[in-house]
């Protein structure tokens, strides 16, 4: 009887857990979208700092 108890209550708390997780990522979601969208433009940036590859056309390595 003594474990089944010690069960339910690790279930509990795992539940309790995760919703505490999920209502973190809610609650600072704005905040981790624009973080995100940081990432991203800086990986962009990037893309444009190597002016000796400027000079190859990328569509003929797309050919339909």
């Known amino acids: 009887m003594k474990s089944t108890w010690r069960f339910v209550l690790k279930i ?3 539940s309790l ?6 209502c973190v990522i809610i609650g ?4 981790l979208a624009e973080d995100v969208t940081a ?3 800086s990986l ?3 893309h444009g ?3 000796e ?3 190859y056309d990328d569509d003929l390595f ?3």
């Open 12 to 14: 509990v708390g795992l």
């Open 17 to 22: 857990a995760v919703a505490g997780l999920i």
């Open 28 to 31: 600072f979601w704005d905040k």
């Open 39 to 41: 990432v991203a433009g």
């Open 44 to 46: 962009r940036s990037r």
């Open 49 to 51: 700092k190597y002016p």
């Open 53 to 55: 590859f400027s000079d």
């Open 62 to 64: 797309y050919e339909d």
